[in-house]
């Protein structure tokens, strides 16, 4: 007999899932935020500047409360982190 892990348990729930996949996503969106801020020496204001969106934005991102932002806002904001948003089409899941 396996023994599933309480994580495994608890994603076979897929109500569940679809929470925690949203809140990894937002997890995913903040660390890589902080990350790029650093690596370019930008601050909050300077990257709000650059990018033509608001102070408020972009320390809602960082800390993880993801708002509705447009793609044109995000790109904006990967660009002058020196990212590009690209599509990928995924592999069809069963």
Same mark, same amino acid.
């Given at each position: 007999m396996k023994k +599933?892990?309480?994580f495994d348990r608890i994603m076979s729930n897929k109500d569940r899932k679809k929470q925690f996949d949203s809140g990894y996503t937002d997890f995913l969106l903040s660390e890589? &935020?902080?990350?790029a801020m650093a690596e370019r020496h &930008?601050? /909050? *204001? #300077?990257?709000?500047?650059?990018?033509? /969106?608001?102070?408020a934005m972009i320390q809602?991102? *960082?800390?993880g409360? +993801?708002?509705?932002?447009? &793609?044109? #806002?995000?790109s904006a904001i990967s660009n /002058?982190?020196?990212y590009e948003i690209r599509l990928q089409k995924l592999a069809m899941r069963a």
């Open positions: +599933t892990s309480t890589f &935020l902080h990350e &930008l601050s /909050v *204001r #300077k990257l709000s500047e650059k990018a033509h /969106v608001s102070p809602n991102l *960082r800390s409360k +993801t708002q509705n932002i447009s &793609l044109k #806002k995000l /002058v982190l020196g």
